[in-house]
Every structure is written in structure tokens, then in C-alpha cells.
């Protein structure tokens, strides 16, 4: 992982360790702008960009989100320091921050809203090539791309948003119905997960059973089949965080272990094209 420049303007917690699914592997919390109520700021490496600097997220942990909200620890320091006299970070503007995730989303509704799809989509790829995995980018480009009859690059997204994970938005379910409705894909030259869309609710949480996760768990391992670790590290990721929303009973019948998932997780991760995303290894980086 690409350690930030400014880094030593910040108080990581070295003791950080990655025992539950929220907040997600490639996420450090650091101490500065404290959110109260058990929310913090901290970066994140997003899944892919390991060789680039981290981004600046804020933890709502009641919803289990993390919101993207400055494009760097840079970014984020400029709004630290303006926030002396009332302790209160603001959220960054594109004025303020143009390479925002959050910012751009946030803007891109504003054209939606005003019928401007051509510069909704602009922002919305933009704040993607940054954050892949934001679901909730993600779901709003594949409405504007379907609208506008770009189907081939409407598939590629409602894929990627199935697989994202929740901390970054809701599950999108739209999507998820509208890839469905297409025409089947060529037997064994899809996606396993355009192949498998039929078997999927994207419904979880209040059944005894849910016959999504077997779905999930063949495409995580038929994505590492194919040699698409950054597909698979996603869809691991999204797998845990819904499954660490069941019931203990529900996880014990599945036979998930949160440690050993996470374990693998971090295996996996190590055959990324830069690395490991487990950041308990930043302490011992920085240190050397």
C-alpha cells in the first residue's frame, strides 16, 4: 500500500486490527476529527489502487457505512485545519475538493435532478475510477447508462454494484432486475455472476435460509478461478459484512467463521497486483 504524503500530520492507531467485516480491510482509522458516538475519520485503500495514495472516509457506524468523502489525506488536513475554532470538519465541496467520490455523487443527483444525465455521468465515472466499489455510484450510473442505451457498459456496472459492498450503499436491486431481463449470456463465457443472476434476491437478513450466499460464495470462487483477484477481494468483502448482519444461528448454520474469513480475505488480497490490503501492516511499513 502507497503510504500518504502528510502522514505523520495524523495519529493512526497502531493497534488497529482487522477483527470484524465493518469497517473493511483497507480501512485505517485515525484520530484527528473525531466524530463522536463512536464514528471516525481514517483511510482507505480502494480495492485495485493499493499503489495509490489512500482516500479520507468517515465511519457512520449505526448504518455500517463509510462515506468517501475527501479524495486525500491532503484534502482532508486543508478542512481539518480550517475547523479550529468549531472543531467541525466539513464535508468537502467539488469546489473544495474536485476529486471528492462522495462530492461528485452528491452532485451528480443534482444533474439527475436537473435533467442533465451527460454531466451526471461525467462526475459519476470520475468519482469511479477513484472508488470502484462505490455502490451507491454505481447504481445511479447504471440508471443514467440504461436510459441513454449504452447496454453493454449498463451490464458491466449493475455487475459491479451487485458485488460492491453494502458499506458503500444500498444493495442494487434495480440493477440486479434489469440484468435479468437481458438475454442470456453464453454458457460458460459470462460473469458468474450475470450467469447466477437468476438465483439472486439481493434480500437479506429475517429468513431462516437465503439461498444467495451459496450464489455468492461460487462466484467468489470461479472469480479466483479466472484470475480476477480484485473481483473476488469485492465480492469477499460484500459477502462478509452481509453475512456479519445475520443472526449468530443463521452464521453458525452457514458455517461462517468471521476470523477465518477475514483470514482469507487477506490471503487473497495478497495476490492483488499490489499487495495486501490488511492494514495492520502499516505500523511496521512506516516504522522501517
Known amino acids: 500500500m502507497q503510504l500518504p504524503a502528510h502522514l505523520a500530520h495524523i495519529s493512526t492507531d497502531h493497534d488497529w486490527r482487522h477483527a470484524t467485516p465493518y469497517p473493511p480491510l483497507g480501512f485505517s482509522p485515525f484520530f484527528e476529527g473525531a466524530l463522536g458516538n463512536g464514528d471516525t475519520f481514517g483511510l482507505y485503500w480502494p480495492i485495485g489502487r493499493e499503489a495509490s495514495e489512500p482516500i479520507v472516509v468517515d465511519t457512520w457506524h449505526d448504518e455500517w457505512r463509510l462515506q468517501p468523502n475527501f479524495s486525500s489525506l491532503a484534502a482532508f488536513l486543508r478542512a481539518y485545519a480550517a475547523s479550529e475554532e468549531d472543531g467541525i470538519v466539513e464535508m468537502p465541496a467539488l469546489a473544495d475538493d474536485p476529486a471528492s467520490p462522495r462530492a461528485a455523487f452528491l452532485a451528480a443527483k443534482q444533474h439527475v435532478a436537473q435533467r442533465e444525465p451527460a454531466a451526471a455521468i461525467d462526475l459519476l465515472e470520475a468519482a469511479l475510477a477513484i472508488l470502484p466499489e462505490y455502490t451507491d455510484a454505481l447504481a ?39 440484468l435479468r431481463a437481458q438475454p442470456a449470456p453464453a454458457s460458460g463465457a459470462a460473469d458468474p455472476i450475470w450467469r447466477a443472476c437468476g438465483q439472486l434476491s439481493l434480500q437479506f437478513g429475517g429468513s431462516k435460509d437465503n439461498a444467495d450466499y451459496p450464489v455468492l460464495l461460487g462466484a467468489i470462487d470461479d472469480y479466483l478461478a479466472q484470475g480476477k483477484v480484485i473481483a473476488a477481494s469485492t465480492l469477499m468483502q460484500t459477502y462478509a459484512e452481509l453475512m456479519s ?33 490488511d492494514t495492520a501492516r502499516l505500523s511496521a511499513t512506516r516504522d522501517t
Open 140 to 178: 445511479l450510473l447504471h440508471g443514467l447508462y440504461v436510459r441513454a442505451g449504452r447496454s453493454e457498459e449498463a451490464r458491466k456496472v449493475a455487475i459491479q454494484a451487485i458485488i460492491s459492498p453494502p458499506c458503500f450503499g444500498a444493495r442494487p436491486l434495480k440493477a440486479l432486475q434489469w
Open 245 to 277: 448482519a445475520e443472526t449468530v444461528s443463521f452464521r453458525e448454520r452457514h458455517g461462517f467463521d468471521t476470523a477465518a474469513f477475514i483470514a482469507r480475505q487477506i490471503v487473497v488480497s495478497a495476490k492483488l497486483p499490489d499487495g495486501s490490503r
